[in-house]
């Protein structure tokens, strides 16, 4: 497979589960993003990582909790979400991090639902 | 603080020329991207401007003017397969990229 793969692409979960997302990119980047898009909002970076070491996070509430075990896999742990949670979690990557052309290749998403 | 805007949704006809504004008001720049997003997929890169001017890539060309803080992305000759939601996005002076709202774009036969 190629490009940036995000699994699942639709999770349903309740205020008191742990779930996790994953992503997973076959493109030799350096650096991967977790961004949340809502409806009609911008796009919020919610972490970077540049390297496995993670560069940026974006004052994001702790019931959301990246891993980057090596360079081509990210996840995002969510315990006790709520309703407000609700959204499309995209994974990004890029060649590296902290540039002006730095071009983003995304993956489809996961949607999520908090109930 | 650090600003993009762009229409929220725009609709046109099958085979016509739309153009989609977005201007920015950022700490810095280096750069603006245009990405295209159609339903439930990923964003896909369209273009990056830097310098002023118009950048023309088949059907689609992106126009910049760092003066006036302003962009467009023009389509021409639209395919129904355009209809898709465009995003624009600036990279400030600490190469934070700085994302707009995004334009529904709604092409009609």
């Known amino acids: 497979e190629t490009g940036v793969t995000q699994t699942p692409r639709h999770l349903v979960m309740g205020m008191t589960n742990k779930k996790s997302l994953k992503c997973e990119q076959h493109?030799?980047?350096?650096?991967m993003y977790w961004y949340k898009q809502s409806a009609k909002k911008p796009l919020e970076l919610m972490f970077v990582y540049s390297l496995e070491e993670r560069v940026e996070n974006n004052s994001v509430p702790s019931r959301f909790s990246p891993e980057c075990p090596n360079s081509s896999h990210l996840f995002l742990h969510l315990h006790t979400l709520q309703p407000e949670d609700s959204a499309l979690y995209l994974c990004?990557?890029?060649?590296?991090?902290?540039?002006?052309?730095?071009?983003?290749?995304f993956g489809a998403g996961s949607r999520l639902t908090v109930l | 603080g650090q600003n993009i805007d762009q229409p929220t949704e725009m609709t046109a006809t099958e085979g016509a020329i739309v153009q989609i504004n977005c201007t920015y008001q950022t700490s810095g720049f280096n750069g603006l991207f245009w990405y295209q997003q159609h339903a439930g997929e990923a964003p896909t890169f369209l273009s990056y401007n830097v310098l002023d001017g118009l950048e023309e890539k088949g059907r689609f060309s992106s126009f910049l003017s760092r003066s006036k803080g302003y962009s467009y992305l023009l389509l021409k000759e639209l395919q129904m397969k355009d209809s898709a939601s465009y995003l624009c996005?600036?990279?400030?002076?600490?190469?934070?990229?700085?994302w707009g709202a995004g334009t529904k774009l709604i092409i009609k036969p």
């Open positions: 996005a600036v990279t400030d002076s600490n190469y934070q990229l700085i």
């Open positions: 990004a990557s890029s060649q590296d991090q902290g540039s002006g052309a730095n071009v983003l290749t």
């Open positions: 493109l030799g980047h350096n650096a």
